[in-house]
Nanobody
Framework: QAQLVESGGGSVQPGGSLRLSCAAS????????MAWFRQAPGKEREGVAT???????SYADSVRGRFTISQDKIKNTLSLQMNSLKQEDTAVYFC????????????????????WGQGTQVTVSS
């Protein structure tokens, strides 16, 4: 049974940076499509960034150029480096995984992911 555990959330001022990590266990994730989603109060869950087994990554327009997704397949960890944070980035961030698929196709399909972490809160406020 795959398990995902996020860490690294917190509070930061606008313009600051945070790095989220997701520790994956219970499976080999080499062929998985891995993703970060987020959900703000009163809003639907949205894709932030995805990466697939071919090494391709895809980003939401709102974070492209500020966020970077990376995967360490030896350590089974997924990371999200978030720079130049804005108040609108405030949300609960979730790590997710599915057994196959392309990064671009699944960026906007949270319901197609099989495994989820519990989420970590990111608050951007002055």
């Amino acid at each position: 049974q795959a398990q995902l555990v996020e860490s690294g959330g917190g509070s930061v001022q606008p313009g600051g940076s945070l790095r989220l990590s997701c520790a994956a266990s219970g499976s080999s994730y080499n062929r998985y499509c891995m993703a970060w989603f987020r959900q703000a109060p009163g809003k639907e869950r949205e894709g932030v960034a995805t990466t697939d087994s071919g090494g391709f990554s895809s980003y939401a327009d709102s974070v492209r150029g500020r966020f970077t997704i990376s995967q360490d397949k030896i350590k089974n960890t997924l990371s999200l480096q978030m720079n130049s944070l804005k108040q609108e980035d405030t949300a609960v961030y979730f790590c997710a995984a599915r057994k196959s698929g392309g990064a671009w196709y699944f960026l906007k399909k949270p319901k197609d992911f099989d495994y989820w972490g519990q989420g970590t809160q990111v608050t951007v406020s002055s």
